[in-house]
């Protein structure tokens, strides 16, 4: 079944690129709605490893596009979850 393609607004792609997009999309907003409300900010360590491979190597060209907002500088000894929310463009 993720071998099937997913048509959506901006093309076709795979259902196992689109799931991904959406694990990505749920995760960083699970972060933004936990900051807004005062909650444990704590995302889960797999997936935040999984969306990052799945990102940093593109995350200038999605900047560009509109899709993140500005890298945000972080400590080269940064834990992961602050490497990620930073680099979609949040203040860890």
């Not at 900051?35 to 969306?51: S, T, Y």
């Not at 993140?68 to 949040?90: E, N």
Request: glycine share 6%; proline share 8%; net charge negative.
């Amino acid at each position: 079944m993720l071998d099937q393609l997913v048509h959506l607004s901006y093309g076709t792609v795979d259902a196992a690129e689109y799931c991904q997009e959406m694990i990505s999309d749920l995760l960083v907003h699970a972060w933004d709605l936990a900051r807004g409300i005062g909650a444990d900010e704590r995302l889960h360590p797999e997936l935040v490893r999984l969306v990052y491979d799945q990102y940093a190597p593109r995350a200038d060209e999605l900047h560009q596009l509109g899709l993140f907002g500005a890298p945000v500088p972080v400590p080269d000894d940064a834990d992961p979850q602050t490497t990620l929310i930073a680099l979609f463009g949040r203040r860890p």
